[in-house]
């Protein structure tokens, strides 16, 4: 089992940065396929990214360029740099993890075990 926890949220005028962070603990991060997804208020949770074992990407097709996600498995991380935030980025962001995710199920909740439990990011316009 792994246990997750994000940080790096919190307020930012549009056009900035932020670096989110999701620490794991329990099994090394590297025996995980991970991911980011968000969730906007009062809409369902989806998948912006992700990296599975060997280092394959993928990327919710309206984000690729602005959010990039890496991981660093000798310190069981997982980051999600976002630049050029909008107004529409305002959500709540969480990290997933799962020991093993179909090539289809990378941006799907359901393809996920494990949780954080969010960290709240809000743009200002």
């Known amino acids: 089992q792994v246990q997750l926890v994000e940080s790096g949220g919190g307020s930012v005028q549009s056009g900035g940065s932020l670096r989110l962070s999701c620490a794991a603990s329990?099994?090394?991060?590297?025996?995980?396929?991970v991911a980011w997804f968000r969730q906007i208020a009062g809409k369902e949770r989806v998948g912006i990214a992700a990296i599975d074992t060997d280092g394959v990407l993928e990327y919710a097709e309206s984000l690729a360029g602005r959010f990039i996600i890496s991981r660093d498995n000798a310190k069981s991380m997982l980051f999600l740099q976002m630049n050029n935030l909008k107004s529409e980025d305002t959500a709540m962001y969480f990290c997933?993890?799962?020991?093993?995710?179909?090539?289809?199920?990378?941006?799907?909740?359901?393809?996920?075990?494990?949780w954080g439990q969010g960290i709240q990011v809000t743009v200002s316009s």
């Open positions: 329990g099994d090394p991060l590297s025996r995980y396929a």
């Open positions: 997933a993890a799962v020991g093993y995710v179909a090539r289809w199920s990378r941006l799907k909740e359901s393809g996920y075990m494990y």
